[in-house]
């Protein structure tokens, strides 16, 4: 079973916006932080933004002002709001979140991904 789920991608003109969301499965618990990576065709997986079990979040050069990341605990989700897009921000966009299932142990859960493609 995967332990999250992306949608919300698709394809937008530039300056345009989507909303990705990521769903756990009730399987995750002691979760740490909330993720979003991409990753281009012929790159590196890159970080996009995160947002800590405290509510502090982080976002990635390339995206701070134009993103947003937020979670609902109730649907046990997590949401990255992508607005003022740019054809740059084409990639697949994974959900990842990290766990610690045991003292001293970290784990990273990853979504399937979802793709986004920014183009007139």
């Known amino acids: 079973q995967v332990p999250l789920v992306e949608s919300g991608g698709g394809l937008v003109q530039p300056g345009g916006s989507l909303k990705l969301s990521c769903t756990a499965s009730?399987?995750?618990?002691?979760?740490?932080?909330r993720n979003w990576y991409r990753q281009a065709p012929g790159s590196e997986r890159e970080f996009v933004a995160s947002?800590?079990?405290?509510?502090?979040?982080n976002y990635a050069d390339s995206v701070r002002g134009r993103f947003t990341i937020s979670r609902d605990y109730a649907k046990n989700m997590v949401s990255l709001q992508m607005n003022s897009l740019k054809p740059e921000d084409t990639a697949v966009y994974y959900c990842?979140?990290?766990?610690?299932?045991?003292?001293?142990?970290?784990?990273?859960?990853w979504g399937r991904g979802t793709q986004v493609t920014v183009s007139s």
């Open positions: 990842m979140w990290q766990t610690i299932p045991d003292i001293g142990k970290k784990l990273d859960n």
């Open positions: 009730a399987s995750l618990s002691h979760v740490i932080t």
């Open positions: 947002i800590h079990s405290s509510g502090a979040t």
